[in-house]
Nanobody, 124 residues
Framework: QVQLVESGGGLVQAGGSLTLSCAAS????????MGWFRQAPGKEREFVTL????????NYADSVKGRFTISRDDAKNTVYLQMNNLKPEDTAVYYC?????????????????WGQGTQVTVSS
């Protein structure tokens, strides 16, 4: 059973930074990509970024390009999301997700396993 555990959320002022972590464990037999999504109250879950596990190539939503950076640590089975210059509109629950198939998409339905989420709140 794959488990994803996020950490690092919190309250930060606009312009500040946070780093989220997502540790994967369990029977990970295949992993093509890991991604971060977020969901604000009353809104649908949206794509933030992903990293392809073999190549390390990345994709970002336009809203976070230049401010957020995804990275991975193979030895620790962990993916990170460095968030800089945070804005109030970045406030959401952030979810880590794992895609165990080659599809590597940007929709929530493309991912097989999810973490429990961590709250990020940016005050103005």
């Amino acid at each position: 059973q794959v488990q994803l555990v996020e950490s690092g959320g919190g309250l930060v002022q606009a312009g500040g930074s946070l780093t989220l972590s997502c540790a994967a464990s369990g029977g990970i037999f295949s992993r093509y990509a890991m991604g971060w999504f977020r969901q604000a109250p009353g809104k649908e879950r949206e794509f933030v970024t992903l990293i392809r596990w073999i190549t390390g190539s990345t994709n970002y939503a336009d809203s976070v390009k230049g401010r957020f950076t995804i990275s991975r640590d193979d030895a620790k089975n962990t993916v990170y999301l460095q968030m800089n210059n945070l804005k109030p509109e970045d406030t959401a629950v952030y979810y880590c997700a794992l895609d165990s198939t080659p599809r590597v998409g940007v929709l929530p339905k493309d991912y097989d396993f999810w973490g429990q989420g961590t709250q990020v709140t940016v005050s103005s």
